[in-house]
């Protein structure tokens, strides 16, 4: 049985016992709630206590329940410090691991960007290559002796390489104004 579980049976069988006929002593009432519940005790405005503690006299149960939300990586200092009961070092195991987790996930961020760097240069060296390849195509086309051919080749890739270079650098500022919104 727990500690709540204890104060709520204390309160239950001396300060609220109709089995016996009497009547619920009110500062009985407020004085157990007083000492076993401060925080609850605490929220209630005085003028309103009167009513409250008659209203609780007059059931025949009452239960109060406390409610702890956290949120984050690592578990609030109360429930370390639990933690550290139950499992000797439970808290710097806790503590560790969220560390490591935390260096495992920079260590993938950081291979992820530099692939995509890689990624963009090769791509701006081959795309290069690429274009260096048409132009000279088209050029070596058009000199031995087919100049429509040679400049289909050669305007067809200045074309290409102008229209991959407006539509990346379209695609980025989209890209931008998405993540900075």
Known sequence: MNETEVNNNAFNESDNDESSGHEPNLSNIERSIKEN???????????????????????SSISFTEQKLHSGPIPSPESLDKYNSIIPNGADRIMKMAENQSQHRMKIEEREINSQYRQNVLGQIFGFIISILGIVGGIISGIYGSPWVGGIIGGGTVVSLATVFVLGKKYQNNNNNNNNN
């Open 37 to 59: 519940f401060p925080k609850i005790y605490k929220i209630i405005p005085d003028e309103d206590k009167n009513s409250f503690f008659g209203f609780i006299g007059n059931s």
